[in-house]
């Protein structure tokens, strides 16, 4: 995968001040790690009159299969999917892999700075970049229209499927050749957004921020384009949420520079007052944001999510360095399949992923593997149990599990008058078996340190109203002593114990469901 690009000299300098433009030196051959393979800078030619830079993407497609970014695009299984993942374009044709390795190598020469020569980027050059193979679903049409609009005298040539057999046609590729005068940042920037564009496809999850490199990359040029609607569709993988989103703010972008102003001025939408107010946080960010500092509080570094459902607090943990040790645990299969995605376990790096483990298992029973970590917590999880089951949940986690430490939170059944939209004497989820008050949640905490031997305190999660305190209580248990047992047994009474053949897993009506994460309110 391979592009170069070449200036002259036009009188405002020598052509090697390329090399202060992509900051890096003429006379070196460098090297450079990115999420698709090492990437090589190196100067075929440096001299006054003519320099000309080449980028090489050294792909390496097993390597990208294994850690997830390789994957082929056949359908349903087809035979062929398999071999596709190794046996592919991506070592030769320019794609969103080289995208990527130009923003990685050339990051500041993409924004337009120059420290050491700051007038340089502003200038205006005599530039010609050539992309030897470049997939273009549309053919050489196509490229002529997006490419053209932006200044550039375009060469699109379709590439034969065979030299050697011409009656076969055409390839769906190209061979690039771009001649133009424009600022290097420019130039880089249509490189960034139309890579990808072209092949119609993205090696990586497309997710929300893609909107906000679009628009970045896009500045001064994509709100005016001919193309914007297709370049827009293509680029975010036509995910219509994040496309009709990118194309409402190219919109405001559009009107701003006609009307000489800025883009928040031209949105009607947005009340101006209301603007300046500051918007409250969801009650779920608070939640998390309340666990985050209970665990700090116990140097808590291996933690258990138990009821991760879709993996929301998982991936709060992940963020935070402290934690080596990541447990999201669950009844639900499909919770677990949704949490793994939310999470991109398939995208991580090998480091990242040894930090996470996401497993099936029914805290009504007692599991081995959950034991000898710092924390669990137990969000919103304890209300969708059946009350006769909770002495098996407090057994499971207390008792046979035991951590160091146990955060639990559960709504406050007090504060419920205060959702205009609840009508009264409902829970606020339809699967909740109960919601307990301050009083009762206090006293169900206290049985349970005294019985296990842990100390325990409660905060307030949300805002603490007066008279009915805050919209989500929290418990926070530290072990102090050896737990109490039955006399007779040995045993806290009326505890379930797994099967010999592992804990059970098909009780979807048990602790650790997925509905509990769909239940926040803000």
């Given at each position: 995968?391979?592009?170069?690009?070449?200036?002259?000299?036009?009188?405002?300098?020598?052509?090697?001040?390329?090399?202060?433009?992509?900051?890096?030196?003429?006379?070196?051959?460098?090297?450079?790690?990115?999420?698709?393979?090492?990437?090589?800078?190196?100067?075929?030619?440096?001299?006054?009159?003519?320099?000309?830079?080449?980028?090489?993407?050294?792909?390496?497609?097993?390597?990208?299969?294994?850690?997830?970014?390789?994957?082929?695009?056949g359908r349903g299984g087809a035979p062929g999917q398999a071999l596709?993942?190794?046996?592919?374009?991506?070592?030769?044709?320019?794609?969103?892999?080289?995208?990527?390795?130009?923003?990685?190598?050339?990051?500041?020469?993409?924004?337009?700075?120059?420290?050491?020569?700051?007038?340089?980027?502003?200038?205006?050059?005599?530039?010609?970049?050539?992309?030897?193979?470049?997939?273009?679903?549309?053919?050489?049409?196509?490229?002529?229209?997006?490419?053209?609009?932006?200044?550039?005298?375009?060469?699109?040539?379709?590439?034969?499927?065979?030299?050697?057999?011409?009656?076969?046609?055409?390839?769906?590729?190209?061979?690039?050749?771009?001649?133009?005068?424009?600022?290097?940042?420019?130039?880089?920037?249509?490189?960034?957004?139309?890579?990808?564009?072209?092949?119609?496809?993205?090696?990586?999850?497309?997710?929300?921020?893609?909107?906000?490199?679009?628009?970045?990359?896009?500045?001064?040029?994509?709100?005016?384009?001919?193309?914007?609607?297709?370049?827009?569709?293509?680029?975010?993988?036509?995910?219509?949420?994040?496309?009709?989103?990118?194309?409402?703010?190219?919109?405001?972008?559009?009107?701003?520079?006609?009307?000489?102003?800025?883009?928040?001025?031209?949105?009607?939408?947005?009340?101006?007052?209301?603007?300046?107010?500051?918007?409250?946080?969801?009650?779920?960010?608070?939640?998390?944001?309340?666990?985050?500092?209970?665990?700090?509080?116990?140097?808590?570094?291996?933690?258990?999510?138990?009821?991760?459902?879709?993996?929301?607090?998982?991936?709060?943990?992940?963020?935070?360095?402290?934690?080596?040790?990541?447990?999201?645990?669950?009844?639900?299969?499909?919770?677990?399949?949704?949490?793994?995605?939310?999470?991109?376990?398939?995208?991580?790096?090998?480091?990242?992923?040894?930090?996470?483990?996401?497993?099936?298992?029914?805290?009504?029973?007692?599991?081995?593997?959950?034991?000898?970590?710092?924390?669990?917590?137990?969000?919103?999880?304890?209300?969708?149990?059946?009350?006769?089951?909770?002495?098996?949940?407090?057994?499971?986690?207390?008792?046979?599990?035991r951590p160091a430490s146990v955060v639990v939170t559960t709504p406050?059944?007090?504060?419920?008058?205060?959702?205009?939209?609840?009508?009264?004497?409902?829970?606020?989820?339809?699967?909740?078996?109960?919601?307990?008050?301050?009083?009762?949640?206090?006293?169900?905490?206290?049985?349970?340190?005294?019985?296990?031997?842990?100390?325990?305190?409660?905060?307030?999660?949300?805002?603490?109203?007066?008279?009915?305190?805050?919209?989500?209580?929290?418990?926070?248990?530290?072990?102090?002593?050896?737990?109490?047992?039955?006399?007779?047994?040995?045993?806290?009474?009326?505890?379930?114990?797994?099967?010999?053949?592992?804990?059970?897993?098909?009780?979807?009506?048990?602790?650790?469901?997925?509905?509990?994460?769909?239940?926040?309110?803000?």
């Amino acid at each position: 995968m391979f592009l170069t690009i070449t200036t002259t000299e036009d009188g405002g300098g020598p052509a090697t001040d390329l090399g202060f433009l992509l900051h890096k030196h003429p006379e070196k051959a460098q090297r450079f790690s990115t999420s698709g393979g090492d990437a090589h800078v190196f100067y075929p030619e440096a001299s006054p009159e003519r320099c000309t830079a080449a980028l090489l993407l050294d792909v390496d497609p097993v390597a990208l299969v294994r850690r997830g970014k390789g994957k082929g695009k056949g359908r349903g299984g087809a035979p062929g999917q398999a071999l596709a993942q190794y046996v592919n374009d991506r070592p030769y044709a320019a794609s969103s892999l080289l995208a990527v390795a130009l923003r990685t190598v050339f990051s500041s020469a993409l924004k337009g700075r120059c420290d050491a020569r700051p007038e340089l980027p502003g200038r205006a050059l005599p530039l010609r970049i050539d992309v030897p193979v470049l997939p273009a679903r549309g053919g050489p049409a196509l490229v002529r229209r997006l490419l053209e609009p932006l200044g550039w005298d375009v060469e699109a040539d379709a590439l034969p499927l065979d030299g050697q057999f011409t009656e076969w046609g055409d390839s769906r590729y190209v061979r690039l050749a771009l001649t133009g005068r424009l600022p290097l940042s420019d130039a880089l920037r249509h490189l960034y957004v139309l890579l990808p564009v072209l092949d119609d496809a993205k090696h990586y999850w497309v997710s929300a921020d893609e909107v906000d490199k679009l628009l970045r990359a896009g500045e001064g040029w994509l709100a005016n384009h001919p193309e914007q609607a297709l370049i827009t569709r293509r680029y975010l993988a036509r995910r219509r949420a994040l496309t009709r989103d990118a194309m409402e703010r190219l919109e405001l972008a559009r009107l701003a520079e006609a009307d000489d102003s800025e883009a928040e001025e031209l949105d009607n939408a947005v009340d101006e007052d209301a603007d300046t107010e500051e918007r409250p946080v969801p009650l779920a960010v608070r939640r998390r944001e309340a666990i985050l500092r209970a665990l700090e509080e116990t140097k808590a570094r291996r933690v258990l999510d138990l009821g991760c459902g879709q993996g929301q607090l998982v991936g709060a943990l992940l963020k935070q360095s402290r934690f080596t040790e990541v447990v999201g645990v669950d009844v639900s299969v499909r919770a677990l399949n949704e949490a793994a995605r939310r999470l991109r376990l398939e995208r991580m790096t090998e480091r990242q992923a040894a930090r996470v483990t996401l497993m099936q298992g029914s805290l009504a029973y007692s599991d081995a593997r959950l034991g000898g970590y710092d924390a669990a917590v137990l969000s919103e999880v304890v209300e969708h149990v059946d009350p006769p089951r909770l002495p098996a949940l407090e057994h499971a986690v207390f008792g046979t599990a035991r951590p160091a430490s146990v955060v639990v939170t559960t709504p406050n059944a007090e504060y419920n008058v205060r959702w205009e939209s609840l009508p009264a004497g409902r829970t606020r989820h339809p699967d909740h078996r109960f919601e307990w008050n301050r009083e009762q949640f206090r006293a169900w905490a206290d049985e349970v340190a005294a019985r296990y031997g842990y100390g325990v305190e409660y905060r307030p999660v949300g805002d603490d109203d007066p008279e009915v305190g805050p919209p989500t209580q929290m418990a926070l248990f530290r072990a102090a002593t050896e737990p109490a047992t039955d006399p007779g047994t040995g045993a806290r009474p009326g505890t379930a114990t797994a099967p010999a053949n592992g804990p059970r897993t098909g009780d979807t009506t048990g602790p650790g469901t997925a509905d509990h994460a769909q239940e926040d309110r803000s």
